[in-house]
């Protein structure tokens, strides 16, 4: 027998809602760990063969490395903007209009579980205002905040509106940095520290089917200058995602020539400077000569690309200490706000540009072998009685292939827990088949997720509103185990 996905027909089966991460990933999460001590902040930066180097080879060379360590999240941030507003604009929305398939590329590791209405700011002429509709409470929504530097510094959500108003609509006015003047009645401010600021809303989406719903939604999003409000009862101007881009941003800056990169990054920090607990990396890198509005100076273009190289060898395989590895699975509750661990900043952003805060989203990944075509390997992943996972929102289930994209499979599931209902054992145990094969008419649509026939995938478990006990770790995803 086979089967196709069922079609969602109706609200949210767990009466909650719902909302994802961004995956914009590009490297496994697990890799070997590899020390980040004495990590820094950024200075000026320009090579004019004047300046006399300081120090030997290898000092600047570390120096050089911890620099692109942490100015790379800053030069993606551009990138990512640069990319998905060209021919469009900053201060207004794109609206993500569809859900990604497994043909989808440019993005890894991607979600179903919402469409994206983010927008790209720019805060040096005035204030933006951003106002969310009445939104049916069973729906989820998030609108994180970030700056320049990866941070997620606000995130109101149908969980936490943080807002003026009681009840929807909420408006919220975000400021740059510098910006002093009055916030109207009935707007809560968001101040931020940079003048780029990636505005990265998700909203619930249940199933295909709901698309349409969402999109209504959309349209009655409010996104203007402060100085052209109240809207005039138009629709805020609006475009459709950019799609895919024809090079993945994170490639693109990768590929960039060290001296490039570091003109770039000390360009960008003039209008986005690094926060105060910064200073002692910036005193570091200002040695040579990376500061903001610098270019590299007292070091050699081959001491630049060196350290360069190191810093990407060790972004890519870089493992948060703070990282719990339990029942197989990777969790990470420290990710969205990083203070001064750069290194830790810069692989997430390399993995997972837009990183939610874990509590709005956790993620906890899991990496397995199907074994080969002759003899796959069927798993089970085992809930307990009463313990799925703990959230205020929904969750979600979602496998991808080697290079994290969705799995291709006859029956077009690529996602379970949430747009098709799971059904429960009599004991109120939950058992998913996790397999590429049809598991048969024993096993319910909703509880079969299909994984490739044959090598590695990945699972990624997103709880939205994660609960305190998953936050915290009292409460764990259970081993997914073969069947044999």
Same mark, same amino acid.
Not at 127 to 149: F, G, H, Q, S
């Given at each position: 027998?086979?089967?196709?996905?069922?079609?969602? *027909? /109706?609200? $949210? %089966?767990? #009466?909650?809602?719902? +909302?994802?991460?961004? @995956?914009?990933?590009?490297?496994?999460?697990?890799?070997?760990?590899?020390?980040? *001590? /004495?990590? $820094? %902040?950024? #200075?000026?930066?320009? +090579?004019?063969?004047? @300046?006399?180097?300081?120090?030997?080879?290898?000092?600047?060379?570390?120096?050089?490395?911890?620099?692109?360590?942490? #100015?790379?999240?800053?030069?993606?941030?551009? @990138?990512?903007?640069?990319?998905?507003?060209?021919?469009?604009?900053?201060?207004?929305?794109?609206?993500?209009?569809?859900?990604?398939?497994?043909?989808?590329?440019? @993005?890894?590791?991607?979600?179903?579980?919402?469409?994206?209405?983010?927008?790209?700011?720019?805060?040096?002429?005035?204030?933006?205002?951003?106002?969310?509709?009445?939104?049916?409470?069973?729906?989820?929504?998030?609108?994180?905040?970030?700056?320049?530097?990866?941070?997620?510094?606000?995130?109101?959500?149908?969980?936490?509106?943080?807002?003026?108003?009681?009840?929807?609509?909420?408006?919220?006015?975000?400021?740059?940095?510098?910006?002093?003047?009055?916030?109207?009645?009935?707007?809560?401010?968001?101040?931020?520290?940079?003048?780029?600021?990636?505005?990265?809303?998700?909203?619930?989406?249940?199933?295909?089917?709901?698309?349409?719903?969402?999109?209504?939604?959309?349209?009655?999003?409010?996104?203007?200058?402060?100085?052209?409000?109240?809207?005039?009862?138009?629709?805020?101007?609006?475009?459709?995602?950019?799609?895919?881009?024809?090079?993945?941003?994170?490639?693109?800056?990768?590929?960039?020539?060290?001296?490039?990169?570091?003109?770039?990054?000390?360009?960008?920090?003039?209008?986005?400077?690094?926060?105060?607990?910064?200073?002692?990396?910036?005193?570091?890198?200002?040695?040579?000569?990376?500061?903001?509005?610098?270019?590299?100076?007292?070091?050699?273009?081959?001491?630049?690309?060196?350290?360069?190289?190191?810093?990407?060898?060790?972004?890519?395989?870089?493992?948060?200490?703070?990282?719990?590895?339990?029942?197989?699975?990777?969790?990470?509750?420290?990710?969205?706000?990083?203070?001064?661990?750069?290194?830790?900043?810069?692989?997430?952003?390399?993995?997972?540009?837009?990183?939610?805060?874990?509590?709005?989203?956790?993620?906890?990944?899991?990496?397995?072998?199907?074994?080969?075509?002759?003899?796959?390997?069927?798993?089970?992943?085992?809930?307990?009685?009463?313990?799925?996972?703990?959230?205020?929102?929904?969750?979600?289930?979602?496998?991808?292939?080697?290079?994290?994209?969705?799995?291709?499979?006859?029956?077009?599931?690529?996602?379970?827990?949430?747009?098709?209902?799971?059904?429960?054992?009599?004991?109120?145990?939950?058992?998913?088949?996790?397999?590429?094969?049809?598991?048969?008419?024993?096993?319910?649509?909703?509880?079969?997720?299909?994984?490739?026939?044959?090598?590695?995938?990945?699972?990624?478990?997103?709880?939205?509103?994660?609960?305190?006990?998953?936050?915290?770790?009292?409460?764990?995803?259970?081993?997914?185990?073969?069947?044999?």
């Amino acid at each position: 027998m086979s089967r196709t996905a069922p079609k969602y *027909a /109706g609200p $949210a %089966a767990s #009466g909650s809602a719902s +909302d994802e991460r961004p @995956a914009f990933s590009r490297r496994a999460v697990l890799g070997a760990m590899v020390a980040a *001590a /004495g990590l $820094a %902040a950024c #200075g000026e930066s320009a +090579d004019d063969g004047s @300046a006399t180097p300081s120090g030997t080879t290898e000092d600047r060379i570390d120096v050089a490395t911890q620099a692109y360590i942490f #100015g790379f999240p800053l030069v993606l941030m551009d @990138a990512n903007r640069k990319a998905m507003t060209a021919g469009i604009g900053t201060n207004q929305f794109l609206h993500g209009t569809a859900l990604p398939v497994p043909s989808s590329r440019g @993005a890894r590791r991607i979600g179903l579980d919402s469409l994206y209405s983010s927008a790209w700011l720019d805060l040096r002429e005035e204030p933006m205002v951003l106002r969310v509709p009445e939104i049916d409470p069973r729906r989820y929504w998030v609108m994180p905040l970030l700056d320049a530097w990866t941070n997620t510094v606000h995130n109101p959500s149908s969980v936490r509106p943080q807002a003026e108003s009681p009840a929807a609509p909420y408006t919220y006015l975000i400021s740059g940095p510098g910006w002093s003047g009055e916030v109207p009645e009935g707007m809560r401010a968001l101040p931020m520290p940079t003048r780029m600021v990636w505005l990265l809303g998700r909203i619930q989406v249940n199933g295909p089917d709901d698309v349409p719903a969402v999109r209504e939604i959309q349209a009655q999003l409010k996104l203007l200058p402060l100085s052209a409000w109240p809207p005039d009862g138009e629709p805020s101007p609006a475009a459709a995602g950019p799609g895919e881009l024809p090079e993945p941003p994170v490639d693109v800056v990768t590929r960039m020539p060290a001296r490039d990169f570091f003109d770039r990054m000390c360009e960008l920090m003039d209008d986005n400077p690094p926060a105060p607990e910064d200073a002692p990396a910036l005193d570091r890198f200002a040695t040579i000569g990376i500061t903001p509005g610098g270019h590299p100076r007292g070091i050699s273009s081959e001491e630049l690309s060196a350290g360069k190289d190191t810093a990407q060898r060790q972004i890519a395989v870089y493992l948060d200490p703070g990282a719990r590895l339990i029942n197989g699975w990777v969790i990470n509750p420290d990710i969205g706000r990083y203070g001064t661990n750069y290194l830790l900043r810069a692989g997430t952003a390399d993995r997972g540009l837009g990183a939610n805060l874990p509590e709005d989203v956790m993620y906890p990944i899991l990496f397995g072998d199907a074994g080969d075509e002759d003899l796959p390997v069927p798993f089970r992943l085992r809930f307990a009685p009463g313990q799925t996972p703990p959230v205020d929102a929904f969750w979600s289930l979602t496998a991808y292939g080697p290079e994290g994209h969705l799995v291709a499979n006859p029956a077009g599931i690529y996602s379970i827990g949430h747009q098709v209902p799971v059904v429960f054992q009599p004991d109120g145990s939950l058992e998913l088949a996790v397999q590429y094969a049809d598991p048969g008419p024993g096993v319910p649509a909703g509880n079969w997720l299909p994984i490739p026939p044959a090598g590695q995938f990945s699972l990624v478990l997103r709880m939205y509103a994660p609960k305190e006990a998953a936050r915290t770790g009292a409460w764990v995803p259970p081993p997914l185990e073969p069947v044999t």
